[in-house]
């Protein structure tokens, strides 16, 4: 596993061009709605603003790194760390229906607690059992969204 250097400042302008393009393509499919007015707003209102904050966002990093001209050492990629997102993903994904919101959560605000070498496994309950108290809490009682609390594998 070996280290590159590179330039902090390639990586600030390849970082905000890719903002800037990613803002720019949310603007083109957002255009395509109705943006209604600032009291009624129409479903492209919230895309064009989020897409015109992301522009703005990707123009700042790209800006300061044309300032830049300092040096970055990279390390490793940290392979375990994308692979325990991914599998949280897919296990959100796939398992949503199949275990229910609380379960769901859980496991994978834990999974994903693990990525981090700074968290111990405690530390990873720890934040998984908070995120999803407040995940219940916004989505069940507060929004009562349709996903079951227990899934049907919980049937009890």
Excluded: H
């Excluded at 957002?30 to 603003?49: D, E, H, Q, V």
């Excluded at 990629?77 to 991914?86: E, M, Q, R, T």
């Amino acid at each position: 596993m070996s280290t590159v250097v590179q330039t902090a400042r390639n990586r600030d302008i390849l970082a905000g061009a890719i903002f800037v393009v990613i803002a720019l393509l949310f603007a083109w499919e957002g255009s395509n709605y109705p943006l209604g007015r600032a009291l009624r707003m129409g479903p492209g209102f919230i895309p064009l603003l989020l897409a015109g904050t992301l522009t703005v966002l990707g123009i700042c990093v790209l800006v300061s790194g044309l300032k830049k001209q300092e040096r970055a050492e990279i390390g490793a990629v940290p392979w375990k760390g994308i692979a325990f997102v991914l599998a949280a993903l897919v296990l959100f994904g796939e398992g949503g229906a199949l275990l229910g919101l609380v379960p769901t959560v859980f496991l994978c605000v834990a999974i994903v607690a693990l990525a981090s070498s700074q968290n111990s496994v405690r530390d990873a309950l720890g934040i998984a059992a908070l995120i999803t108290l407040l995940s219940w809490l916004v989505f069940k009682v507060g929004l009562s969204v349709s996903l079951p609390t227990f899934g049907p594998l919980f049937s009890f």
